[in-house]
């Protein structure tokens, strides 16, 4: 049962990542007008950014003091690190974030929407990597330390082998671009999200609309 509006505290939610979860064409925007109006979202997400890009944008959020935080990297990160890395510096940003007094929330990376011959979705593959590689460490990040973890690549694979191509191609924000998200896309990925909050942190479920 959800509580009456007037006798909830007031929250805020910070979002960090990269241009998947952005305001240009990330799921940020849609994830936003889901909650009720106690709920303030700050997103400190970045085109083009890896966890180092944005490490001393994390600190000015800290100072915000917001309630939770959610982390989503990846995209970039692993065009230019490895997943021990990788693994090294979300640590430093879930130290960071609980000593600043929120709560971190860890999610693996959005999929691109790449599809195989057989109409599943084929993971793209980089310096030997994928995105699974770095789903599996942020994970492994999360449950070292005892933090709320939403394995998004993986949901966001099962979403799209389900509903398939030809809908998927609606959800992109041009013809070509499998990774950004149209309006539609950047709804259905927060919906997502926000679903997967609801088991991950059930106390946030009370500030949903």
């Given at each position: 049962m959800k ?8 929250l ?10 952005a305001?240009?064409y ?7 007008p889901q ?11 970045k085109?083009?950014a890896t966890?180092d ?9 800290i100072?915000h ?6 982390i ?7 065009k230019?690190?490895?997943t021990?890395?990788y693994?090294k510096?979300?640590q430093?940003y879930?130290?960071r ?14 999929t ?13 593959v ?8 770095y789903a599996?460490a942020?994970q ?19 979403h ?5 191509a ?9 013809e070509?671009?499998k990774?950004?998200?149209?309006k539609?896309?950047?709804k ?7 679903n997967?909050l609801?088991t991950a942190?059930?106390?946030l479920?009370?500030?949903?609309k």
């Open positions: 509580f009456d509006q007037a006798q909830q505290k007031t805020s939610i910070g979002l960090i990542g990269d241009s998947t979860v305001s240009t990330g799921w940020g925007p849609a994830f936003s909650f009720n109006g106690k709920v303030k979202v700050l997103n400190y997400a085109n083009g966890l890009c944005l490490s001393k944008k994390l600190d000015v959020l100072k003091k917001p309630d939770y935080i959610l989503q990297f990846g995209h970039n990160d692993m230019v690190y490895d021990q890395a693994s510096k979300l430093d879930v130290d974030i609980t000593r600043g007094g929120s709560t971190a929330i860890v999610l693996s990376s959005v691109r929407r790449n599809f195989d011959e057989k109409g599943k979705i084929s993971p793209r980089i310096n030997d990597r994928t995105l699974n590689d599996q942020a492994a990040v999360a449950k070292g330390s005892k933090v709320p973890f939403i394995d998004l690549n993986s949901v966001s694979i099962k799209h082998n389900s509903i398939g030809s809908a998927s191609a609606a959800y992109n924000f041009t070509t671009d990774t950004h998200f149209s539609k896309g950047a259905a990925i927060a919906d997502i999200v926000i997967e609801k942190v059930p106390a479920g009370d500030y949903l």
